[in-house]
């Protein structure tokens, strides 16, 4: 079973629309990481956050936001007012204590196309 | 400060041979991760290598394998090339417990399989 699944396997808005990209995480630890990060067509991935299993504080930075329900196992990340430079694909992440925290388990990415 | 750095960018090869990849991590950072990317799949753990041991793998043959030298640069080799090996694959290092900070990624090194 996937660990991490990002159901959204590509999506496209018009600039400066608001934008969610979904993430569904499935582990039995209670103590775990979640991460977002962007892949920019160059390849290289950039890390956007990491969340830990005992902060479920949502958390601003500039445009994006995350959204962490333990209830429902989501860590979904909005874009407010997209932009072109934000087309990329966005991956979701997880580690887990039972592997101390150093396999990642990776979702299969969403590609987001902003157009002007 | 230098990121992580991959070569070669791209490296062609043919069924049946093997493949060297190398990562050169940050300044500083004891481990290094390794990540197949093939086309659709998202992102799969291959390997990480801390202070030059192999501490876990992924789901992968064990034709898949690698080394970490005592300067925390790694290989990855793949032997016995297969056309299903052929994809990006992403080398990234982190200060050691990665879970409790971020892992930072290199430009990754396209294989194709022909």
């Known amino acids: 079973a996937q660990k991490v699944t990002q159901a959204q396997t590509e999506i496209s808005v018009v600039e400066k629309e608001d934008v969610t990209l979904d993430c569904v995480y499935e582990t039995r630890d209670t103590t775990y990481y979640l991460f977002w990060y962007k892949q920019p067509p160059s390849g290289e991935l950039v890390f956007l956050i990491r969340r830990n299993s005992f902060d479920e504080q949502n958390e601003i930075s500039g445009r994006y936001s995350w959204n962490f329900q333990k209830s429902t196992s989501s860590f979904n990340f909005t874009i407010t007012a997209s932009q072109v430079v934000d087309s990329a694909v966005y991956f979701c992440a997880l580690s887990e204590a039972r592997d101390n925290f150093n396999k990642f388990y990776f979702g299969s990415g969403t590609k987001l196309n902003v157009k002007p | 400060e230098a990121g992580v750095t991959q070569s070669p960018t791209h490296l062609i090869k043919t069924r049946g041979q093997q493949a060297t990849l190398r990562c050169s991590p940050i300044s500083g950072h004891t481990s290094v991760y390794w990540y197949q990317q093939a086309l659709g799949l998202g992102l799969q753990f291959l390997l990480w290598?801390?202070?030059?041991?192999?501490?876990n793998r992924g789901n992968f043959p064990p034709r898949f394998s690698g080394r970490q030298f005592p300067n925390y640069s790694s290989e990855l080799n793949v032997n016995a090339l297969e056309l299903e090996d052929s994809a990006l694959y992403l080398c990234?290092?982190?200060?050691?417990?990665?879970?409790?900070?971020?892992?930072?990624f290199g430009p990754g090194t396209r294989l194709t399989v022909l």
């Open positions: 290598y801390d202070e030059g041991e192999e501490r």
């Open positions: 990234a290092s982190s200060l050691g417990l990665a879970g409790s900070s971020e892992q930072f």
